[in-house]
């Protein structure tokens, strides 16, 4: 019995996003922080080269990565145009807008371009929000006091 759970327990993947062709990937540090890149081939096992249609081919640490559900079907080391008609069919830009994770990214991207007077209306309408819900509140405790 007690054999038979170790092996259930083997066949289970930990992880799920491996380095490798085709793996969508955030760059995390460096001129090209905060896009996305997709690997096109593995050059050693701290470094990989990462292509995207608006970006130039070029090779990466792994450190500067964070892989991403996201995987594409391509060749290793695909031509330009192979690379970009590979992302339109599996609608990656699309795909990480809506995702969570990209979501988060673009509303700090929002956020980190507002102005001084942008953050004081921001500022002043959480002041006014808080105060509204102060306001049904005790109106709710009132009633339940009632």
Do not use: C
């Amino acid at each position: 019995m007690f054999v038979s759970l170790l092996l259930l327990d083997h066949d289970r993947k930990v992880f799920k996003r491996y380095v490798e062709i085709g793996r969508v990937a955030l760059v995390n540090y460096g001129k090209e922080y905060g896009r996305l890149v997709v690997i096109v081939d593995v050059v050693d096992q701290n470094r990989v080269l990462v292509d995207y249609p608006d970006i130039v081919r070029g090779q990466m640490n792994l450190k500067r990565l964070q892989l991403t559900d996201f995987k594409i079907d391509i060749p290793r080391v695909p031509k330009k145009k192979t690379l970009v008609a590979a992302l339109e069919e599996a609608d990656i830009k699309n795909k990480w807008e809506s995702s969570s994770w990209g979501r988060k990214l673009i509303v700090q991207k929002r956020r980190a371009a507002l102005t001084d007077f942008e953050r004081f209306k921001v500022m002043l309408a959480k002041i006014k929000r808080g105060a509204a819900i102060r306001q049904e509140l005790s109106k709710l405790k009132k009633q339940n006091a009632s």
